[in-house]
């Protein structure tokens, strides 16, 4: 395993004028203002960061790495960091590895970290033992409801993947349903936590939501071929195949449903993890024609404060990943850790911040933070551990990927796990 730091600036850098000030506010972002300590050099505050830069996920970790990692910079560089302090960022590459991804647990606890981050549902999964049991505060960026019920020390930054099911099955009964009787559903989902949090919530809800639940077959990230499994799925007749996973084998189904000839004809709709630019390179637009996705974010080029500057630094520093919203919301994440810390800072000082401290003065005060627009707002409920609780439904439109709804509140599931 690689051992990197990232260090966001060359030197110190703070909030001179009224201008910069009003830039941040204007782009509602956090408002971190300077401190020079009596000309001394301010404390740095460190978070540490588990990225799937590569393994089976890279397609879906390196944007998101990207994307965050920009904004650390961003906050840094001209913001000057939070009230003068530095975020010293440690980050690892997990591989998509969950042993990996528990030392990593570890070793940014020994090094000093306030919270830490990880992009997946599954790396989180990997990483929630040790960090619950050492009250060590953490973010999934995309998450699974086990992560949050019973709520502990992980928190879900947007909706989780039983939301996104939850939101679609309702839509589509209000919307596209225009049968007799209940709609038949299978599940084609990811052997991991990313399925398991849509099939939670489908066998949670489907029997009083009026859907007849078929069947749920399985699959792996490394998976060739699923025509095995849709030979099964095809045998049932179903109105809709819900797919829960990534872009790589989201498409090979897909892909593998159109040559059985499934699709068109079936409706076809994705969890956030799957619902991505890359899906669309992956498999062909004319593929993906059609297909329904729930995403928790604004698609880019939407008019919302913060995408000006997350346009500017996305273009500069990895333009490879513009139009790929998985960065969205990893930059969103950055918003929310300076704001956490911005918090923490504020309630108990920076000399008296320890991930406890910030867990309780921090996370727990967050109260309708506005990450610019990018996504709903983020609040801390007692006994709801996700953060913000928006989605939208998205459908792959002439090769884009397009919003057909608002925002769609998620209610809180009533998992009993």
Same mark, same amino acid.
């Given at each position: 395993m690689s051992k990197k730091t990232y260090s966001a600036i060359s030197r110190r850098k703070f909030l001179v004028g009224a201008g910069t000030l009003y830039a941040a506010l204007a782009l509602g972002l956090p408002v971190l203002s300077s401190g020079c300590n009596g000309g001394s050099e301010a404390t740095k505050v460190k978070v540490g960061f588990s990225i799937c830069y590569s393994g089976a996920a890279a397609e879906k970790g390196r944007p998101m790495g990207d994307g965050k990692l920009d904004c650390m910079k961003y906050i840094n560089e001209e913001l000057g960091g939070v009230s003068g302090h530095e975020i #010293?960022?440690?980050?690892?590459?997990?591989?998509?590895? =969950?042993?990996?991804?528990?030392?990593?647990?570890?070793?940014? /606890?020994?090094?000093?970290?306030?919270?830490?981050?990880?992009?997946?549902?599954?790396?989180?999964?990997?990483?929630?033992?040790? *960090?619950?049991?050492?009250?060590?505060?953490?973010?999934?960026?995309?998450?699974?409801?086990?992560?949050?019920?019973?709520? =502990?020390?992980?928190?879900? =930054? /947007?909706? !989780?993947?039983?939301? !996104?099911? *939850?939101?679609?099955?309702?839509?589509?009964?209000?919307?596209?349903?225009?049968?007799?009787?209940?709609?038949? /559903?299978?599940?084609?989902?990811?052997?991991?936590?990313?399925g398991a949090g849509a099939r939670s919530a489908a066998e949670l809800l489907a029997e009083d939501m009026n859907i007849d639940?078929?069947?749920?077959?399985?699959?792996?990230?490394?998976?060739?071929?699923?025509?095995?499994?849709?030979?099964?799925?095809?045998?049932?007749?179903?109105?809709?195949?819900?797919?829960?996973?990534?872009?790589?084998?989201?498409?090979?189904?897909?892909? !593998?449903?159109? #040559?059985?000839?499934?699709?068109?004809?079936?409706?076809?709709?994705?969890?956030?993890?799957?619902?991505? !630019?890359?899906?669309?390179?992956? *498999?062909?637009?004319?593929v993906v024609e059609g297909v329904y996705g729930v995403y928790p974010t604004v698609k880019w080029g939407d008019e919302v404060p913060a995408m000006a500057k997350m346009t500017e630094y996305c273009q500069a520093e990895h333009p490879e990943d513009y139009g790929n919203m998985d960065y969205i919301t990893c930059w969103a994440e950055g918003l929310i850790v300076a704001e956490i810390l911005r918090l923490a800072i504020e309630n108990v000082g920076v000399d008296n911040l320890t991930p406890q401290a910030v867990e309780e003065q921090g996370f727990k005060k967050l109260n309708n933070f506005d990450v610019g627009g990018l996504h709903g707002p983020v609040t801390y409920t007692e006994g709801d551990n996700r953060l913000s609780k928006s989605v939208r439904v998205f459908q792959v439109q002439s090769g884009e990927i397009k919003p057909i709804t608002g925002w769609i509140e998620a209610p809180q599931i009533p998992y009993n796990f």
């Amino acid at each position: 395993m690689s051992k990197k730091t990232y260090s966001a600036i060359s030197r110190r850098k703070f909030l001179v004028g009224a201008g910069t000030l009003y830039a941040a506010l204007a782009l509602g972002l956090p408002v971190l203002s300077s401190g020079c300590n009596g000309g001394s050099e301010a404390t740095k505050v460190k978070v540490g960061f588990s990225i799937c830069y590569s393994g089976a996920a890279a397609e879906k970790g390196r944007p998101m790495g990207d994307g965050k990692l920009d904004c650390m910079k961003y906050i840094n560089e001209e913001l000057g960091g939070v009230s003068g302090h530095e975020i #010293d960022v440690i980050w690892r590459d997990n591989n998509y590895n =969950q042993t990996m991804a528990t030392n990593i647990v570890t070793e940014l /606890m020994d090094a000093g970290c306030l919270l830490f981050t990880t992009n997946s549902s599954a790396m989180m999964t990997a990483s929630a033992t040790t *960090a619950n049991r050492d009250s060590f505060p953490g973010i999934a960026v995309f998450s699974s409801p086990t992560l949050t019920n019973p709520p =502990q020390h992980i928190y879900a =930054q /947007m909706p !989780d993947y039983g939301d !996104d099911w *939850a939101a679609f099955a309702n839509y589509y009964l209000e919307n596209l349903w225009q049968g007799t009787g209940k709609p038949k /559903m299978a599940l084609h989902l990811l052997n991991n936590s990313t399925g398991a949090g849509a099939r939670s919530a489908a066998e949670l809800l489907a029997e009083d939501m009026n859907i007849d639940l078929v069947t749920i077959e399985e699959h792996t990230t490394e998976t060739l071929s699923e025509i095995e499994s849709l030979n099964r799925i095809k045998a049932l007749e179903p109105d809709v195949l819900y797919i829960s996973s990534t872009p790589q084998p989201t498409s090979i189904i897909i892909k !593998d449903a159109v #040559d059985l000839g499934m699709y068109p004809g079936i409706t076809i709709a994705l969890g956030h993890a799957g619902i991505t !630019d890359q899906l669309v390179e992956l *498999a062909g637009a004319s593929v993906v024609e059609g297909v329904y996705g729930v995403y928790p974010t604004v698609k880019w080029g939407d008019e919302v404060p913060a995408m000006a500057k997350m346009t500017e630094y996305c273009q500069a520093e990895h333009p490879e990943d513009y139009g790929n919203m998985d960065y969205i919301t990893c930059w969103a994440e950055g918003l929310i850790v300076a704001e956490i810390l911005r918090l923490a800072i504020e309630n108990v000082g920076v000399d008296n911040l320890t991930p406890q401290a910030v867990e309780e003065q921090g996370f727990k005060k967050l109260n309708n933070f506005d990450v610019g627009g990018l996504h709903g707002p983020v609040t801390y409920t007692e006994g709801d551990n996700r953060l913000s609780k928006s989605v939208r439904v998205f459908q792959v439109q002439s090769g884009e990927i397009k919003p057909i709804t608002g925002w769609i509140e998620a209610p809180q599931i009533p998992y009993n796990f």
